[in-house]
């Protein structure tokens, strides 16, 4: 499976912007896929995931209310809407899918995606 990410970009605080994780292969629905995020100087961290048909998610109690998961098996696509941006979800955005394991432990991903940058100034 390989992951191409897109949709980042600056914006203003209180903006919104959709990413984007194009997969391909046959077997995209297969996997659950989940979105981290590394700030500079900072760990990668847990952002949000979704089960293979999209009837779970969940995400960091940080974007909660503000962000949300989906995705278009028939596309092969995931996405990742946020709203009410706020600078400090400044950060390059990942994907990435996994077959098993837990959806929060980044060593449980097997593929990702080469990220998206979203700077959000103030």
């Known amino acids: 499976v390989q992951l191409q990410a897109s949709g980042g970009g600056l914006v203003q605080a209180g903006d919104s912007l959709r990413l984007s994780c194009a997969a391909s292969g046959r077997t995209f629905s297969t996997y659950g896929m989940g979105w981290f995020r590394q700030a500079p100087g900072k760990e990668r961290e847990f952002v949000s995931a979704i089960n293979w048909s999209g009837s779970i998610t969940n995400y960091v109690d940080s974007v909660k209310g503000r962000f949300t998961i989906s995705r278009d098996n028939a596309k092969n696509t995931v996405y990742l809407q946020m709203n009410s941006l706020k600078p400090e979800d400044t950060a390059v955005y990942y994907c990435?899918?996994?077959?098993?394991?837990?959806?929060?432990?980044?060593?449980?991903?097997?593929?990702w995606g080469q990220g998206t940058l979203v700077t959000v100034s103030s």
């Open positions: 990435a899918a996994r077959r098993g394991g837990s959806y929060r432990s980044i060593s449980d991903y097997d593929y």
